[in-house]
Each structure stands twice: as C-alpha cells, then as structure tokens.
C-alpha cells in the first residue's frame, strides 16, 4: 500500500469518528443508546462515502 493512500484511509477512519463525536456534543445527546445509534449511522456514512469514491477512482 502506498503512503498516499495509507493517509488517505486513516484521515477518513479518523473523520469517521469526530464527526458524530462533534455532533453528539452539538445537540447535547446524553442517553446512550441515542449516542450509540448517531456513532454508527454518520460514522458509517462518512467512513462510506469518501471510502467508495476513492475506490471507483483507484479503479479508473
């Protein structure tokens, strides 16, 4: 694996977890199951997206 794309998936893992981490604390979630549910759907989405478009642009 080249260092490009190693960084290239660390910063977005690394984004997949600040980003629902930042809106968790934005709307004030404090039950743990609703913080459980908003970290795997938008860190999922956000570990998805960037990881897909990545991969169809690798392909081409």
Known sequence: ME???FVQLFLVYALSLFIP???I???N???FFS????LIIVGYI???I???VM???KKK
């Open 21 to 23: 981490l930042l809106l």
């Open 25 to 27: 604390s934005w709307l």
């Open 3 to 5: 260092l490009k794309r």
């Open 35 to 38: 913080m459980l549910i908003v």
């Open 46 to 48: 956000v570990m998805t």
């Open 55 to 57: 991969t169809v642009k």
């Open 50 to 52: 960037p990881l897909t």
């Open 29 to 31: 979630i404090t039950n």
